[in-house]
């Protein structure tokens, strides 16, 4: 039962059975924490163990072997940890073969983070990001395959076909595009109920890729305008990157391509206070599955020390998801305690506790 994008609605018979993909290198240890707080505030749910990676490999013979599909499928969504390259296939698997097609990346400073910025209270807004299509999954080849493609074509600048040399290929389908489009407007319109203006902001490069881009800020604009009661603007991706640094209270619904939304999801988290502080969610019309913003910080693994609130804020979404927006809320507002009093704080942010104090931290004010 589907109750909008970014809700589902469990039958009354229906186990509320989640997934748990750990990942690689330091990415472990923010989901176990995770899924312990989850389970404490939602008893009833059910977490099951998929493996992946160096471990699947080990124990399978395969880095994502058919028991962690399985599971994947029986569940309702998936909570994953990052992929430092072993565990690609089941990123791979949960975006393209469970087609979650928007990725939803808040970014919002609170008291407590170590942010660069001067007025870091302006960050509040929401990035909307494609998750399937674009320059993703890769499509690339040798550059004497256009050859074909460059007779045919009399307006195309010619590629260079006499050098060696490569291409990759960017997909814009028209569906996915409105249904990226259709989630940024279901998120400005909740978000609106809550005292948001309701104002949905394109970046694209609609000035040179008329055909991508191009038709992806018609289909945004057409969206919006069927919707009624939204604001609109739009700039080019170049601009609104400046803009989200200087002037982000100007920003609520930012909604952007895969690849400009990666990397513009990286930079705000930067502008917050950092990738341990930004959670994400992917969903689609049948499933979901979550995981944080960052990778899996191959630099910290080992040292205890990786900061788990991005990987929590991610876990209060799975919460919402499955309709314990209350239990979400708890959650949140433990970890807003925790950065409030700034007594247990983990390095990236300007602290010596190490994840496993920080984790106590927020389970004290749960
Ligand atoms: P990264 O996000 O893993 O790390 C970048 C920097 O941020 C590192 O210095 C790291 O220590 C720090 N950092 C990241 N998360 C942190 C946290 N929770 N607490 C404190 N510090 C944190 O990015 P990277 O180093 O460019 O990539 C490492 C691997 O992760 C690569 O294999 C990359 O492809 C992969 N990756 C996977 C995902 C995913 O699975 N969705 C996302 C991004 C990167
Ligand atoms: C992310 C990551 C991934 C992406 C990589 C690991 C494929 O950077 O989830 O942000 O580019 O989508
Ligand atoms: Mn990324």
């Given at each position: 039962?589907s ?27 923010v ?36 028991e ?22 089941v990123?791979w ?35 909307v ?11 690339e080849?040798?550059?004497?395959e ?14 260079p ?24 407007c279901?998120?400005a ?10 104002r ?10 008329p ?15 069927r ?8 700039f ?29 999801a990286?930079?705000?988290a ?30 910290l ?9 991005a ?6 979404m ?13 959650l949140?507002?433990a ?32």
């Amino acid at each position: 039962m589907s109750a909008g994008i970014f809700r589902r609605t469990l039958a009354p018979d229906e186990p509320a059975l989640i997934c748990v993909v750990a990942g690689d290198d330091a990415a472990p240890e923010v989901v176990w924490p995770t899924v312990e707080i989850l389970q404490r505030l939602v008893p009833e749910l059910r977490f099951v163990r998929g493996s992946s990676g160096r471990e699947a490999e080990e124990r399978y013979g395969a880095a994502f072997p058919q028991e962690t599909r399985e599971l994947i499928d029986r569940a309702v969504c998936t909570l994953f940890g990052a992929s430092g390259g072993p565990s690609r296939p089941v990123l791979w698997y949960l975006r393209w073969s469970k087609d979650t097609r928007v990725n939803i990346r808040p970014v919002r400073w609170q008291p407590g983070y170590r942010s660069p910025m001067r007025e870091p209270e302006h960050f509040d807004f929401v990035i909307v990001r494609d998750n399937l299509e674009g320059m993703y999954p890769p499509r690339e080849g040798d550059l004497a395959e256009l050859a074909a493609l460059a007779s045919s074509r009399s307006w195309w600048q010619p590629p260079p076909l006499d050098r060696q040399g490569a291409y990759a290929v960017r997909i814009c389908t028209d569906e996915q595009m409105a249904y990226v489009a259709q989630a940024a407007c279901e998120l400005a319109l909740e978000r609106k109920a809550q005292g948001y203006p309701g104002r949905v902001t394109l970046g694209a490069k609609y000035s040179i890729q008329p055909r991508t881009d191009g038709r992806f800020r018609e289909i945004v604009r057409e969206t919006v305008r069927r919707y009624g009661e939204l604001e609109y603007q739009e700039f080019l991706i170049d601009d609104l990157a400046r803009r989200m640094v200087a002037v982000p209270e100007s920003l609520d619904v930012v909604v952007l391509s895969n690849e400009h939304g990666d990397i513009l999801a990286d930079m705000a988290a930067g502008c917050i206070g950092g990738l341990g502080l930004a959670p994400s969610g992917c969903y689609g019309p049948t499933y979901a599955y979550f995981e944080p913003v960052h990778g899996s910080a191959p630099d910290l693994a080992g040292k205890g020390v990786i900061n788990p609130t991005a990987m929590l804020l991610s876990g209060a979404m799975l919460l919402d998801y499955l309709g314990y927006g209350e239990q979400a809320l708890r959650l949140r507002e433990a970890v807003a305690e925790v950065y409030r009093r700034g007594q247990v704080l983990p390095p990236d942010q300007g602290g010596r506790a190490t994840t496993a104090e920080f984790v106590e931290a927020v389970r004290h004010f749960l």
